[in-house]
Structures are given as C-alpha cells and as structure tokens.
C-alpha cells in the first residue's frame, strides 16, 4: 500500500475530489488545529486529499526598508505578508507535517498558469517534495468520472513551463507595483510628509490611461445640432408612425422646408418589400462573452460573474470557467450531459426537443484554449440550494448551451415604401417566421418583433401632423465594468484570471467615482503626473511585451531566469530617471490630493472645536448625508450640520459674510448654487432661500409660455 | 507661474486656461461655425444654447459659462 498526497486549490475542491476518489464514497474529514485534510481508500492506495487557499505563499523583499529600488525576492507563507490571512499558518502547518511519510505527490489544481503555480509552490515550501517527480492530474469539470478519470490517467510530469511563466509574472508584477507604488509615496511624503499609498502597476497604469482618455473625450465634447423629422397619420382608425427616409437633416431651414412640403399631404404606398434573414445561434461562452452576458440581463459586475461561476463550477455543475475557449471538444460527452439536464424540471422539455431534433452537433465560436473547453453545463444536479444569483447564471449558462443545438432562427424583414412626390417615407415591420434557437435562449434573446399593419400598394394616407425636432450629437458613453474588461480583453492587458480585479481596484482607490468611471480629482492627478513622468507606465507597450515573454516561455522559445533579467534591467533605469525628478513628481501628486481632498470629503476646519476637519458623512441608518466633524469618532466633538441632499459638493475658498460659517457649492444637474454649511440657520440665507425658491417658479412658469408660442 | 481660472490647474502657454479648458475653448469656437450654418444663432445665442443642453462636456460647459457670465472672451474672428 502506498500513500499518496493530492494536492487540491479549495477546500471545495478537496472534498469533491475526494468524494470522487474514494471507493465508498465516503472519505473522512481529518479536522486538526484550524485545518483539515481528507482520508480516501483506492484500490490499495491511501489518499490524502490536502487543499490551499489560494495561493499559500506570496512574494516578499529580501533586503529590508521600506524604499526603492528594491530587486530581489523570494517565496514566504501568506501569513508573513498579509496581516489577514491568519488561515494559511494552520494549513501549511498541515501540509508540512502530513508530507512526511508521502509516497507519490500529485498536484490536482486548475489547470492554469495560477493552479499550476499554486500546485508548484505548495509542493516545493509546504511538502519539501522535489517537483521534478510530482505528478499532475488534469480536468475541466469537477464531476466524479472526470476526476477519476484525470486521476487513472495523470501525467507523469508537471507543466513547467505554466508553473515558470505564473512565476514570472508575479515576479515582474511584484516588481513594478511595489517600486512604482514606493516612487509616487515617498514622493508625496518628502514633499508635503503625508503617508498616502499612490499605487500603480503594470496593468493599472494603461487602464487608468483608457479611462482618462475616454474622460477627456466626454468632457471636451462638443454636441452639434441636427432634425429629424416625425410624421404620424391614421390608418383602419389606428394611429401610426412612419419614418423619414434621412435620419438626419442638417439644417434647421431644410428640416422646415420639408415639414412645409409635407404636413397635411397625402401620400400613397409604392411598394412593399419583403427579406428574410437566418441568424445561427451565438457561440459557447467563454468567461468574457458570460461576463458581458451577465451584466447585460442581470447588471452582474464582471468579478461577481467570475466568483458565481466558480461556485457553479466547485459544486461541479458546469466547467472550469476562466478559459478563453468558445469551442466544445468532440470527447465532451454531449449525450451525457444532455440526459442529466433532461432530469431537471426547467430543462427537461427543452433537452427532449435537442433529443428529438437528433442534431448534436453544436454550433462553435472561434477562439480556442489549449488547457479548457468553453463554458458549459456538465449534467450533474446541484448538491446544494442554489442562490437566486446563481440560478440566474446557471440558467443562463444552461440555455446558452442547449441553444447551440438548435436551428436557425429566420427573420423577415417587411419595408412599405411610402412617398409624395419626391420624398420617401418608410414603414417597418420584423416578423420571427422560425425561431429556431431563440426557443431555447428564451429570455436572453433580443427579437424586435413588429407587426406591420395591414396596408397594400397603392392604399393612401393623410400625413398629419408632421414635425421637425431638434437633436444633438452624443458624446462617446464612459465605461461601465463590462465594457472596460472587454477594452482589456481586446488590447490583450492582463488575463482572464487578473482583469476583473484590476477593473474594481482602479475603483476602490478611489481613481474613479461610479460605475460610470468617472475619473476622481485623485485619478486625474496620478494620471497627469505619470503622463508626464513616466508615459511608459501608461503605455499597453510594457504589459503587452510581458505578455508575449509569457508566452514565449508557455512555447520553450525562452525562459524565467532571462525574462526576469531584462525586466529588472530595464525597471532599473525606469526608477534612477525618477529618483532624479521626486520632488517635481511629489509636488504634483500633493497638489492633487489636496484638490481631491477638498472636492471630495472635507468642508474646512471644525467652526466648535478648531482642532477637527469638518467631511462629509453618510448616516449608516437612513443613508443620509450629513457634515461632521473628524473628531466625531474619538468622542471628542459633536458638531453636525444638514446637508441638501442631491448634487455634487465642493467647498469655495471663502466664508459666509452673514454668518462667517464655510461656504460650498452645489452642482445638481444644470443646477448650480452657493450657500454655507449654516444654511438652514443662516440670518442672511432666510431672503435668499425665498428668492430661490421664486426663481424656482419663475422658471417652472417660463417653459409653458415657451410651448404656447 | 499661473494658474487656470476655472480649475486651478497650471495655465497653458500664457493662456488663462489649463491645457483641458484651452482644448475646450478651442473646440468651442471651432464647432460655431457648423452650429450658425445648422441653425443661425448669434454666438450669444450659441454659448446660451451649450449652457443648456445635457450633451455638452463638463470642460466645454465650464468654458462657456465662463463666456457667458461676460468676463471678455469675445466671438473668434
Ligand atoms: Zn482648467
């Protein structure tokens, strides 16, 4: 009897894997100090199914000091670096002494460059195994015949070059986050001695650029005038609209001319036409297409898709999610999976129409993964309840799948053409003649579905009213989180695994403001210094360069050790140009920061104890804004003050010449007024508030005289 | 050295405005042009017109309010 250790990525992980290895099925969780591990029996073996969390051990600086440059490194527990994660000790802990009396290593995480690299590491510093002689099972789906499977027919071998190219991108990430990061603080704190951490890293500073770009963009627009012309008339006592044949007129004069021509005319139908259009069914998901997908029907944010996804995927219910593949292999056993979803209520009538139709061959996208097949159902029923979150996606995931078994949906385009002498007006009607696929999809398709009215060539109508409107031109619209990852996707910045993080952590540093990506007075600061400092920074060159190392490595065309020493080379002399200009680079950023602080939290110094910084606070119970002072919170000052309660705040650099109290702005909507923190209690603001709200209805007054004209 | 009058950042080139609000500005007076062909308004009418309308950007907007309020900048020439 030989003992052998499985090396698993999550606790969920390990106990389904050892559900699945053991020959009764019921392996037995061995609970010691604040970890465990699970005991299984196969054929004459003795399996301990161990897990990580995640990755066990991170980077840390070999040569002390908080400063810059700093170049080597080397692997360390979790738990010596982050502060948090205190459930690491107890687990490595574990490992150590279960590897002692080991026989065979075999490492079953995600096979990926960061499963890989997990299953490495864990090997090397926990077991103190030699990764030379590990092996390594493989899979895409956490079911019990695959993993049996990936265990009866592992590799002798592991993938080295995944495990060196994860390595070497958390060396060269570690690298420029932590240089970078340690350039623009220390350039803040020798300037103005504030210790505010100002990240940035290889990823984060091309992105930050794509966001400001598209900001300035939006802020520098300016919208151009143009008509359309609206035409209604009646037909079998129904109203209808038609359509002008040019979208857009140019010109205020040729918009009335042609209203002139056309009000109170008749008009007659010349002809109709009619196409007809076969739409095949959209690929299989990948996790940036389900992502997109997601936010689309259900506004998922793309990090909270990725972690639904993989609670889907570790109760083994559908496939490995972070794969790039929109194709499903020909070993997949689509039969299979198609008689396990037949048991579910929801599906079982649409799998006996895949059934019954007999095509089984689905339809197939064109990017492809060398490691996991595209996003799908495996068949299995869930072992748990499902939340609403991911019943969502799971249907969604589901219908998606067995839409791609299904005919094309067919479309017939109706267009009556409809004119007065030279002009030409058009009625539209989109019938569904078959609809194939969309059956299946259901919810998710778009359909459009117009009937067109019952009309005939040569029938007549009396064009009445006819109206021209103005419009304006639209500024390009700011990200939202789906759209900024496909950005990342499309320019090849980061990977499907890292992309979703670096999208909410350019949030929650505070560079952008809403889901809008609105860049903060903070975003703008970091991204004008590094501009004009250090454009590299901001370049998708520098990422885009690492990336193709990475994948020079994945291919053996080079290796680590040479990739991380050009690198280093080259950050080098990134860091000795900076040190040269700190002090420029520090009075920028402080510059901004006491702009963003300004604008965002503080209203001056505390008018009742002199001592804290008026900010302004959101009450925890009923949402409400309010001022308060700093002080607040160390039970030393109770000073408060109403807020209105919608619009942007900034405060002005003056006081209220009434009451001596901080004034600020108020920006709501094309809104725009001062007053002071005082304002309900202000002597002189009682005439003003009365004068505003005159104004106020002076103003609503105004647009109806403007509508009788 | 000095500074923009509308955001404080440092002014471009012995403009009065920073970089962004010099770009605007530019743009601004450049597009009036397409909107007195579009719709013969006066450049008063045209500044009044960017103040209102939603699609205007937050820098373009700051501008005209700016020209709007009278502080000098006249009809490009
Ligand atoms: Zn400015």
Known sequence: MSRVMVITEKPTAAKRIAHALDDNKTPMEVKKRGASYYDCKRGTDELIVVYALGHLFELKQTVKGWTYPRMETSWVPKYEVEKKATQTKPIINLIKRLAKDVDTFVVATDHDIEGSLIGYLTLKYACKADPMVARRMLFSTLTDSEIQNAFDNMSGTLDFPMIEAGQVRHEIDWLYGINLTRVLTLAVKNTAGWFKIVSTGRVQGPTLSYIAEREQEVNLFVPYPFWIIQAKTVHNDMEIELEYSKKRIDTKNDAENIVKDLDGKTAHVDSINSRTTAQQPHPPFNLSTLQSEAYRHFGFKPSRTLAVAQSLYLDAIISYPRTSSEKLPQTLDLKEILKGLGKMKNYSSMVKQVVQAGNLIPVQGKKSDPAHPAIHPTGSKPTKQLTPTEKKLYDLIVRRFLSLFGESAVKEHLRADIKHEDYLLYLRGLRILKHGWMEFYGPYTKTNEKELPDISEGDSFLLSPVNDEERYTQPPSRFNPSSLLKLLERENLGTKATRARIVDSIKSRGYTLNDKFELSTLGYALFETLEKYMPDILSPELTRHLEKEMNDILQERTNRVDVLSRAKGDLLELLENFKLQEGKIGNELVTGLQRYWKSKEELGECPKCREGTLRVIRSSKTGKRFVGCSNYSKSKCDQTFPLPQKGDLSPLDMTCPHCGYQMFQVVSGRRKWETCINWTECPGRKDELKALEEQRKKRTEKPQKENKK | ?77
């Open chain 2, 1 to 77: 050295m000095s500074f923009c009058t509308i955001c404080g950042r440092v002014a471009w080139n012995k403009s009065d405005f920073c970089r962004y609000h010099k770009e605007a500005l530019d743009g601004l007076q450049s597009s009036y042009e397409l909107w007195r062909k579009a719709s013969e308004l006066s450049w008063d009418e045209y500044i009044e017109k960017l103040c209102q309308i939603d699609e205007t950007g937050r820098w373009v907007l700051d501008v005209a309010e700016q020209i709007r309020s009278g502080d000098g900048l006249s009809t490009p020439t």
